[in-house]
């Protein structure tokens, strides 16, 4: 319990915690800021106008359609050749119609609770998810690198032990900035909502699918902290697990990307981690194989592949037990220099 | 008297692909006494602190058995980790905390009373500096830190790895005195160091380890009267005199080295001997008096590591005892 209670106050202690927390901070302001600003309340004056814009709209485009006609039939009776420019019957087929001019496209952006939530949710994740995985390296990384984990390990002789609590120390860590970041950005965007956007059909289930999220979004955070963790530990150093993201994110994210692209593999997008953090938050996530399809002949339905977050888990779930599993294993038996 | 602490037949052995295999230690045997101060000695690369991280669960070893205050380790280390206080080679800290909050950090993770903190600050000296970041200490600095760290848990067992590396001619002295008090107090001190003059000073017992194997050891007068060979110097009443004196006595089997203004003698177990020779011969000593080796010389002549002129002495280049299953190059290394 000591050695808990001591990781988790030297945790606290270390300035890039602190600098990473108040840059996590700042960031998720930001985007909470920006978004309240480009959100309009659709009130019913707001309303009115959009459907006074899309009639106006409508007006202005009858009016230059019937004027086209009359030029047509003017040039027509002049005997020229109008096919090529006015289309077929000088385009009497394509006259406007009201149903054409949408006022929800005059309408300004306006924040939807209960449809954007959930991808508002996407982005915290991510955001505290780099946060747990740059803390989570630095943290057993600069403890091994400055030979503080050594110095530990003469108090402490049992490894796993300390290995084991330092990463306790962290999960909990990130859990309770999860939480408790979790609940202002669910009380923000609930503002926004309310003030700037619409909480229209929010209702316990979907507050219930919100709550999942959450959960969901903890659990992304959580592994991200933990691998990071192993890796730094695994090689000793902060920059071993920065380097790995790195190198995996360009081989994933580009280079599979590009091979599958130019071997003309089907769906090579099951082979990107992103698909998959994707699928976790969407809770399924289509794959379209555009491959298939030969567009000179127009349109044509892709075929499709469906990844969902079950699968995500078990991989994500399987990968970060593999290496934390290494980490534990090599901590026991290494040589501490 | 018991042990505090027996090593006997540790080995261990660093493989590498490319350069084959290194016996850092091999059958290394130590023991040390309660309320001794120990020193241990041997060249650079001979395996000191490959010996303490050993002992202190670090790193593991390929052979041999260990014991701290009776408890066989590595095994038992975690119960005996909160007796026993370790520097091991100039120790790093976070850069980015303060002494003191290294300190409680490690205080609280042994479950240390948090006002020990500022006792041993204060012992060291470092208690005016101790809300400093430890980046910004000076290489003597950090030692003592070093040091205040390792008696945080006022242990029985204090293994100190060159603890005056960097330190200050005073510091030095501290640390001296500091040392002779924790053993007077009952703590068992286990020092490594180069600086030979100090070992000597401060020492009961020694050990002295070459290329991984103990080549010496016990209480310290003994280890130097062992290696004194019977040192005599002699001066005559008339300097010229000293060629038939030295003619004299080797004729007599007396080994000599000829000096300037006087001759060294080996081996010689009564001085009387020599001044009856020398007056037999009409030669009269003016001095005749037995040299008292130190310690610095006897550890050069035990490692064989004294400074030959015009010669550059590599690591690695010193006595190998009872090496000659060992591989074929002088000096031993990097095996095959
Ligand atoms: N991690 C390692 N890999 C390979 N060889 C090593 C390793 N650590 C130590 N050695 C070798 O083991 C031998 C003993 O090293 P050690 O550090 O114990 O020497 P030392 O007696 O403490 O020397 P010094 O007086 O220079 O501190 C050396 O030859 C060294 O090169
Ligand atoms: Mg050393």
Known sequence: MSLYVTELRRLAKRRLTRIMLVLLVLGLAGVATALAFSSQQRSPAVVAQAQADADAQYRQAAKDWEKMVAECDAAQARGEQTEERYGPNCGRDWQPQPDMFDPEWSLPYEFNFRGEFEMIVAVFAGAVALFGFVVGASFVGAEWSTGGMMNLLLWRPRRLAVLGTKLAALLSLLAGVTVLLGALWTAAFWLIASTRGSTEKVTAGVWQSVGLGGLRALALILVAGAVAFALASLGRHTAMALGVAVGIGVISEIGIRIGTAIAGVSFGDRYVLSTYAMAWFEKQHKLLDYEACNLVQGACEPAEMIITWQQSGLLFGIGSALILFAAFWIMRRRDVA | MSAVLEIEGLRKTYKSRRRGVRNALDGFDMRVETGQVHGFLGPNGSGKTTTLRTLLGLIRPDGGRMAILGHEVPAALPTVAGQIGAIVESPQFFPHFTARDTLSLLANAGQVPATRVDEVLELVGLRDRAGDRVKTYSLGMKQRLAVASALLKNPKLLILDEPANGLDPGGIREMRSLMRDLAESGMTVVVSSHILGEIQLICDSVTIISLGRRVAFGPVDEVLAAHSHGTVRVRLDAAEDLAAAAEVLSRNGV??????????????????????????????????????????????????????????????????????????????????
Do not use: C
């Not at chain 2, 300037?260 to 007056?279: F, I, Q």
């Not at chain 2, 015009?310 to 690695?316: A, F, I, K, L, P």
């Open chain 2, 255 to 336: 080994p000599v080295a000829r000096h300037p203004d006087h001759l060294l003698l080996n081996g010689v177990e009564k001085p009387a001997m020599v001044n009856r020779l020398l007056a037999e011969h009409h030669l009269y000593a003016s001095e005749l008096a037995p040299v008292s080796v130190d310690l610095e010389s006897v550890f050069l002549e035990l490692t064989n590591t004294a400074p030959v002129p015009g010669q550059h002495r590599q690591v690695d280049e010193s006595v190998r005892i009872g090496g000659a299953e060992q591989s074929g190059r002088a000096g031993g290394g990097w095996g095959a």
